[in-house]
């Protein structure tokens, strides 16, 4: 970093930044250069001394704790940063006047994919009795070799570029000297991620009822000739109702242009010892990057999962998917990942994305009781809208036997599960906050609050674990609206710090001598949270 302060005159200063950052980092799995697999005797195991694939696949067996290498693992990231801030200041009587601009250019590295060493699952349906409850065990399917699904990626490091361009104007006024008025503007610009060499695609998803679904899947027209298409991909397109195009916008996205964020704020002083205060701010909080999982470069063909279900189960015919440990993924390696597509997972992202935003709020009144103590309450609220929440655009569009596999209800049944970034969720946040503050003297200070608050949202937030959340397809965003999961309505918080009166300069003990050494110097703190 460097940072270079210019002082034009004593109401004329310039602060200029320039900042870097560069990280690489790596979370590898147990043996991930070893190809352990294929000395076990499990075939079919994608392996790459180079990206680091080695090890077991996943095996998912119900009723036990999965085994073998966890999902996602390797995953490398490294990343580079240039930053370049600028702010002025300048000083008129009263008015203090600020503007500045902050610019970042970002790139970053992922490699980073479900199921690069396979993924196998036994549920116990084929020693249950259809599916039946109380039925059937994980293990016992393992032993029989009876799989009831698997899974495999296809490894691709895609390299994102973005930037985000900031301006803002802030004018803190001083009209009285009992009163200050504050307001700004700030402008915000956050760039859609675009994988640097055109290598992404979105799903464009309309979901409705079972195998009724319409949609679009874009690729950047930069790919047009250079990226082959496997005929198996392009049937199921076509099967599903699904229009292959091209664009030449190579971030597949329209960004939304006109983030202007006002702010306001006022500080009256009431005579002495009471001063009001009250704030207002619009807050853009980006595109967040939610990791590799859905970044669009996790499209076919660049980099995909094809997952291999069983058939459904009836009386006269329950029969697993076909795979063995034993053979693995040997017969789709053969043939190439790339033209043996098999209910491949698609992400989506909005086209015509709205950027996430906050409306907070404040109302406070502080009060001086004494020299250095000091009591306040206040409002605070704060109102969020379009906030990023992964949706299943493709999860099933009825309700059925969990014996029976869902791929004929999905919207899509020739794809499989996933995942849809979108800007739909909001978020509710209102709060009575009190606060006593003593501040230090006599040998103490203490500081009490209490803060009574009440959070509501109709979505998980974006990196958290969203498998309960109601899908896109059967149950609408709104009918999630509820407390949140953070929500604490009551919170009370008593800290305190205690010098014991003993030792020099203080009540006792205060002459010297051993025991006045022995006694001095010491202090009690106290911590509740409740």
Same mark, same amino acid.
């Given at each position: 970093?460097?940072?270079?302060?210019?002082?034009?005159? +004593?109401?004329?200063?310039?602060?200029?930044?320039?900042?870097?950052?560069?990280?690489?980092?790596?979370?590898?799995?147990?043996?991930?250069?070893?190809?352990?697999?294929?000395?076990?005797?499990?075939?079919?195991?994608?392996?790459? !001394?180079?990206?680091?694939?080695?090890?077991? +696949?996943?095996?998912?067996?119900?009723?036990?704790?999965?085994?073998?290498?966890?999902?996602?693992?390797?995953?490398?990231?490294?990343?580079?940063?240039?930053?370049?801030?600028?702010?002025?200041?300048?000083?008129?009587?009263?008015?203090?006047?600020?503007?500045?601009?902050?610019?970042?250019?970002?790139? /970053?590295?992922?490699?980073?994919?479900? $199921?690069?060493?396979?993924?196998?699952?036994?549920?116990?349906?084929?020693?249950?009795?259809?599916?039946?409850?109380?039925?059937?065990?994980? #293990?016992?399917?393992?032993?029989?070799?009876?799989?009831?699904?698997?899974?495999?990626?296809?490894?691709?490091?895609?390299?994102?570029?973005?930037?985000?361009?900031?301006?803002?104007?802030? =004018? =803190?006024?001083?009209?009285?000297?009992?009163?200050?008025?504050?307001?700004?503007?700030?402008?915000?610009?956050?760039?859609?991620?675009?994988?640097?060499?055109?290598?992404?695609?979105?799903?464009?998803?309309?979901?409705?009822? *079972?195998?009724?679904?319409?949609?679009?899947?874009?690729? +950047?027209?930069?790919?047009?000739?250079?990226?082959?298409?496997? !005929?198996?991909?392009?049937?199921?397109?076509?099967?599903?109702?699904?229009?292959?195009?091209? !664009?030449?916008? @190579?971030?597949?996205?329209?960004?939304?242009?006109?983030?202007?964020?006002?702010?306001?704020?006022?500080?009256?002083?009431?005579?002495?010892?009471?001063? #009001?205060?009250?704030? /207002?701010?619009?807050?853009?909080?980006?595109?967040?990057?939610?990791?590799?999982?859905?970044?669009?470069?996790?499209?076919?063909?660049? &980099?995909?999962?094809?997952?291999?279900?069983?058939?459904?189960?009836?009386?006269?015919?329950?029969?697993?998917?076909?795979?063995? *440990?034993?053979?693995?993924?040997?017969?789709?390696?053969?043939?190439?990942?790339?033209?043996? #597509?098999?209910?491949?997972?698609? &992400?989506?992202?909005?086209?015509?994305?709205?950027?996430?935003?906050? @409306?907070?709020?404040?109302?406070?009144?502080?009060?001086?009781?004494?020299?250095?103590?000091?009591?306040?309450?206040?409002? #605070?609220?704060?109102?969020?809208?379009?906030?990023?929440? *992964?949706?299943?655009?493709? $999860?099933?569009?009825?309700?059925?036997? $969990?014996?029976?596999?869902?791929?004929?209800?999905?919207?899509?049944?020739?794809?499989? =599960?996933?995942?849809?970034? $979108?800007?739909?969720?909001?978020?509710?946040?209102?709060?009575?906050?009190?606060?006593?503050?003593?501040?230090?003297?006599?040998?103490?200070?203490?500081?009490?609050?209490?803060?009574?608050?009440?959070?509501?949202?109709?979505?998980?937030?974006?990196?958290?674990?969203?498998?309960?959340?109601?899908?896109?397809?059967?149950?609408?965003?709104?009918?999630?609206?509820?407390?949140?999961?953070?929500?604490?309505?009551?919170?009370?918080?008593?800290?305190?710090?205690?010098?014991?009166?003993?030792?020099?300069?203080?009540?006792?003990?205060?002459?010297?001598?051993?025991?006045?050494?022995?006694?001095?110097?010491?202090? !009690?703190?106290?911590?509740?949270?409740?």
């Amino acid at each position: 970093a460097f940072s270079e302060t210019h002082v034009f005159t +004593p109401n004329l200063v310039n602060e200029f930044r320039f900042g870097y950052n560069y990280g690489n980092f790596a979370f590898l799995q147990p043996n991930y250069s070893t190809d352990l697999a294929a000395r076990l005797g499990l075939g079919g195991v994608p392996y790459s !001394s180079r990206l680091g694939t080695g090890g077991l +696949p996943t095996f998912q067996v119900s009723g036990i704790t999965q085994f073998g290498t966890v999902g996602y693992l390797p995953t490398k990231e490294g990343e580079n940063v240039y930053q370049v801030l600028d702010n002025l200041t300048r000083v008129i009587g009263g008015q203090t006047i600020k503007l500045g601009v902050n610019l970042q250019s970002i790139r /970053f590295r992922t490699l980073q994919v479900a $199921s690069p060493l396979g993924l196998y699952a036994y549920t116990g349906l084929y020693t249950s009795r259809l599916g039946a409850a109380n039925t059937g065990f994980g #293990v016992a399917d393992f032993l029989a070799n009876q799989m009831n699904s698997s899974a495999v990626s296809t490894l691709s490091q895609f390299n994102d570029v973005r930037w985000y361009r900031t301006a803002y104007l802030q =004018d =803190d006024w001083r009209a009285t000297p009992q009163f200050t008025l504050t307001l700004g503007l700030r402008y915000e610009y956050v760039e859609p991620i675009r994988e640097n060499t055109g290598r992404q695609a979105n799903f464009v998803a309309n979901p409705t009822g *079972p195998g009724t679904g319409t949609g679009s899947y874009v690729i +950047p027209s930069r790919q047009r000739g250079n990226t082959a298409l496997a !005929s198996a991909f392009t049937t199921l397109l076509t099967q599903d109702n699904i229009a292959l195009q091209y !664009s030449s916008n @190579l971030d597949l996205i329209n960004a939304q242009k006109n983030n202007f964020a006002p702010r306001a704020g006022l500080t009256y002083s009431v005579g002495a010892k009471t001063v #009001v205060r009250a704030g /207002f701010g619009m807050f853009y909080g980006g595109l967040e990057n939610r990791g590799g999982a859905t970044n669009l470069g996790n499209n076919y063909p660049f &980099q995909f999962t094809s997952t291999f279900p069983a058939p459904s189960c009836i009386l006269a015919s329950c029969v697993s998917n076909g795979f063995t *440990p034993e053979n693995g993924f040997s017969k789709v390696i053969a043939a190439g990942l790339q033209n043996y #597509v098999s209910a491949p997972q698609l &992400q989506s992202y909005d086209v015509n994305v709205k950027t996430p935003y906050s @409306l907070e709020q404040n109302l406070s009144i502080e009060r001086s009781m004494t020299n250095d103590l000091a009591a306040s309450v206040a409002y #605070v609220s704060a109102f969020s809208h379009h906030l990023q929440v *992964p949706l299943h655009p493709n $999860s099933a569009a009825a309700i059925t036997n $969990s014996s029976n596999s869902i791929q004929a209800l999905r919207p899509f049944p020739h794809f499989g =599960d996933g995942q849809w970034t $979108s800007a739909v969720a909001d978020s509710n946040y209102n709060s009575l906050q009190a606060k006593l503050e003593k501040r230090m003297g006599h040998g103490y200070n203490y500081l009490l609050t209490y803060t009574w608050s009440h959070s509501l949202d109709d979505a998980p937030t974006a990196l958290t674990n969203d498998s309960g959340f109601p899908n896109s397809v059967l149950v609408p965003i709104r009918y999630s609206y509820s407390n949140s999961v953070f929500d604490i309505r009551h919170r009370l918080t008593l800290n305190g710090y205690y010098e014991l009166p003993f030792g020099r300069n203080k009540a006792w003990l205060n002459q010297g001598g051993a025991l006045g050494y022995l006694a001095g110097g010491w202090a !009690s703190s106290l911590t509740f949270i409740a």
